[in-house]
């Protein structure tokens, strides 16, 4: 499901970013603990075809939420980040958004 807003923009090609995702409005009860985050990156506008491997680390969990470092975008693609978390009661959820890469700006 979509989250319903994007991420904020990158500068491509620097930063490095914990992005994550909440899923404590989609849990019936705060007790299912999240077990697992699954993150993937593909690419919906632009080129990119080492998008998957722009997640630098393992899914961190949190309660009901998870985040994952990302980073080194390509400026002027844009990206869908996706994260598949399950829960203790065997229960999958799924959320994604957006990150467009902007070029970074230097200078006055």
Do not use: H, W
Request: hydrophobic residues 45%; proline residues 6%.
């Amino acid at each position: 499901m979509y989250v319903g807003r994007d991420f904020s923009v990158s500068d491509g090609g620097y930063e490095v970013e914990a992005y994550g995702f909440d899923f404590s409005a989609s849990i019936a009860t705060p007790r299912d603990t999240m077990t697992a985050a699954a993150f993937t990156l593909a690419v919906v506008a632009g080129a990119d075809p080492g998008a998957a491997g722009r997640i630098l680390g393992p899914a961190v969990i949190k309660n009901q939420s998870a985040s994952a470092p990302v980073g080194q975008l390509v400026p002027g693609v844009k990206y869908r980040l996706q994260c598949v978390a399950t829960f203790a009661s065997g229960k999958q959820l799924s959320l994604y958004s957006f990150v467009l890469a902007v070029p970074l700006r230097t200078g006055a």
